[in-house]
């Protein structure tokens, strides 16, 4: 890589990171021209690296997926006990959200990333797999599942650290608790509701 190429590199970073900052504290009503003057640019540089909002927001989404899988890589979920990976993995996942809380406030998707499935979604589906086949998970909740319900709890707390009613700690604290109570093995299922009729 070359000395320009690592400084438009730096450049870009900066101003991503300014931004998602900026949008974290304060929301939408963050204009461009405010972005660039929290990244230090100008509004001429940050137009050049970034056209448009829409752009800006796409570059925060691909890079909050690549520090959420950098999180997920270093987290070693295969060498931890499965309830402590969990807890591991929501830290991470509620530390990045919370720095790129736009992201999860519907500005932009992470979704559209082309590795996000294997960047996350399945180390996460492997995990649960694990935790059932161990017997320290629910065996008749499938990894699926597991999985989507995991990712609604991090979202519905990561809106609560948005609107600061909660900190980043207690919210992953939170998130791990209720997660763990119910899909832990041996946890008992709430009765299936009877019909009017049966009664």
Known sequence: MSKGDALRDRTAAAIVDS??????????????????????????????????????LRAMATTG???LAARVADADLQGLPVDQ???????????????????????????????????????????????????VLRPGLAP?????????????????????????EEAAAGVVAVFLDGARAGTRSPEPARSSRAR
Do not use: C, W
Not at 19 to 39: C, D, K, T
Not at 151 to 164: I, R, W
């Open 19 to 56: 931004a998602a900052a900026s949008l974290a504290e304060r929301g939408r009503i963050v204009s461009m021209n405010e972005v660039a003057r929290a990244a230090g640019v100008s509004r001429a540089t940050l137009y050049r690296y970034f056209p448009n909002r829409e752009a800006l």
């Open 65 to 67: 997926v690549e520090e």
């Open 85 to 135: 990976a969990i807890a591991r993995l929501v830290r991470g996942f509620i530390a990045v959200g919370s720095k790129y809380v736009a992201l999860s406030a519907g500005q932009a998707s992470t979704d559209d990333h082309p590795d996000v499935d294997a960047l996350l979604t399945e180390p996460v589906r492997d995990l649960f797999r694990r935790g059932i086949a161990d017997g």
């Open 144 to 168: 699926e599942l597991l999985t989507e319900l995991l990712s609604g709890l991090v979202k519905a707390a990561l809106g609560m650290v948005a609107d600061g009613q909660l900190g980043a």
